[in-house]
């Protein structure tokens, strides 16, 4: 069975989700259309493909979008810093 999405854009009916085309995701982001592709092959966008296309869900943009950036924190342990002053 094949399920069909449509691109809603007005505010019709809340059950379906807006689609989004990668050439739009790519603007929203402000990166290039290479790059949106690379996100999905990495899996950190996941996307719809329909027919040829690929379509990715608004609320998937903001989730990618609200990311927190960087590495994540990790403080310095104080315990290395002394066994070494130690060895010396």
């Known amino acids: 069975m094949i399920k069909v999405f449509y691109l809603m854009t007005d505010s019709g ?9 990668v ?3 790519a603007k929203l982001l402000n990166v290039t259309r290479q790059r949106v592709h690379d996100l999905m092959k990495n899996s ?8 040829r296309y690929y379509y ?7 989730r ?3 990311q927190p950036t960087g590495k994540p924190y990790q403080p310095r342990s104080t ?10």
């Open 44 to 51: 950190q966008i996941l996307a719809r493909k329909l027919g």
């Open 79 to 88: 315990i290395s810093q002394t066994n070494s002053i130690d060895n010396c």
């Open 56 to 62: 990715i869900e608004a609320a998937e943009v903001e």
């Open 13 to 21: 009916s809340n059950d379906s989700p807006e689609l989004l085309s």
């Open 23 to 25: 050439a739009q995701t």
């Open 64 to 66: 990618y979008k609200n």
